[in-house]
Nanobody, 119 residues
Framework: QVQLVESGGGLVQPGGSVRLACSVS????????VGWYRQTPGKQRELVAH???????TYADFVKGRFTISRDNAKATVYLQMNSLEPEDTAVYYC?????????????WGEGTLVTVSS
């Protein structure tokens, strides 16, 4: 059974930083592209970034230069370092294995971790 457990969210001031982590179990983590996604109430879940099996990152335009995705295959964990946060980044953040070319999530979603950017 695949489990996706996100952590690290919280309340952050505008301009601040936070690091999210997602622990993945039940799959051979190293053979999957993995993505971070986010969702706000009333909106569809959107792809924030993904990282390939060779650790090549790709970012959505709205986070380029601010967020960094990384992975640790030995720990089956993917990270999202979020800097220069803006109120518009407030959302629940999720991770999932992602299948190109659409990069839609493959497995059932975890609970996510809420990031709130507010003063």
């Amino acid at each position: 059974q695949v489990q996706l457990v996100e952590s690290g969210g919280g309340l952050v001031q505008p301009g601040g930083s936070v690091r999210l982590a997602c622990s993945v179990s039940g799959i051979i983590f190293s053979i999957y592209t993995v993505g971070w996604y986010r969702q706000t109430p009333g909106k569809q879940r959107e792809l924030v970034a993904h990282i390939s099996i060779t650790a090549t990152p790709t970012y959505a335009d709205f986070v380029k230069g601010r967020f960094t995705i990384s992975r640790d295959n030995a720990k089956a964990t993917v990270y999202l370092q979020m800097n220069s946060l803006e109120p518009e980044d407030t959302a629940v953040y999720y991770c999932n294995a992602a299948r190109p070319p659409s990069y839609n999530g493959i497995y059932n979603w975890g609970e996510g971790t809420l990031v709130t950017v507010s003063s």
